[in-house]
């Protein structure tokens, strides 16, 4: 990502909506999926930027963040975050079979080599974990957004589980997510492409009123998903979950 963009992350991932909304469906899936084990293995948060996600997984069990920016890792280590790893995707620095869960939000369209990277979180996942994945959706809607984090692609719902099928995980969930406001995502991302300057991340800024009912509606959202179980048909995100066979 541009260096901007992490001190722009730091500043609002741990109360802006999309951010919240995104954490909350990805840590309630991994609540629900991960193996239960008299001696649960640490989780592996994969591409953890600036720690929010983190910090909450350290709260629960054993963790290990990995990222490729030192410029995020200092803003993790800033929250007091132990147990980081600066590294690539693709080839990740851990022994086989090492971790019961993986959590790698909007990480895997940054890696070049995704095939190469999802092989590699099943390599490093114990028989039985789970990886809880989300990436942006949809190509159409690329544009300065994408530019400005240095993204390589974004993907369609069954790209997602062609992906992780072809890396050998047993596809458990795959839905999208933003469902109720992607006709808004769609018209933002088409004005941005018509806006001039540098490109930069879209996170506009909104009262804390309209913060506050995204992130109720973005939580109804996703217990549509991990606890009724239904996969929502369109969004501006993939959410996945591949579990590695026993």
């Known amino acids: 990502?541009?260096?901007e963009e992490?001190?722009?992350?730091?500043r609002l991932e741990g109360d802006y909506w999309w951010f919240v909304g995104r954490r909350d469906l990805a840590l309630r899936l991994l609540e629900r999926n991960l193996p239960r084990r008299s001696s649960p293995a640490p989780v592996l948060d994969l591409g953890c930027g600036t720690g929010a996600v983190l910090s909450e997984l350290e709260a629960r069990r054993g963790t290990v963040g990995l990222d490729f920016s030192a410029r995020a890792l200092a803003f993790c280590r800033q929250r007091g975050l132990p147990r980081l790893v600066q590294g690539d995707g693709a080839r990740l620095p851990f022994t086989a079979n090492g971790f019961d869960g993986i959590v790698g939000l909007d990480i895997f369209e940054h890696i070049e080599d995704d095939t190469a990277a999802l092989s590699e979180a099943f390599r490093v996942l114990n028989p039985g974990g789970v990886l809880i994945l989300s990436v942006p959706a949809y190509g159409f809607l690329w544009g300065p957004h994408d530019v400005a984090l240095h993204h390589f692609r974004r993907y369609t719902r069954r790209e997602v589980h062609q992906a992780l099928t072809a890396a050998g995980f047993k596809v458990e969930r795959c839905s999208?997510?933003?469902f109720v406001l992607f006709p808004v995502v769609v018209?933002?991302?088409w004005l941005e492409r018509r806006r001039r300057g540098p490109a930069r991340a879209s996170l506009p800024s909104i009262p804390d009123w309209m913060n506050r009912a995204l992130i109720a509606l973005q939580r109804a959202e996703g217990k549509v998903v991990w606890k009724w179980g239904f996969n929502l048909p369109w969004g501006s995100s993939?959410?996945?979950?591949?579990?590695k066979p026993e």
Request: glycine content about 4%; overall charge positive.
């Open 1 to 3: 990502m541009n260096p």
């Open 176 to 178: 999208h997510a933003v």
């Open 187 to 189: 018209v933002a991302r």
């Open 238 to 243: 993939v959410v996945s979950v591949g579990r």
């Open 6 to 10: 992490y001190d722009k992350m730091f």
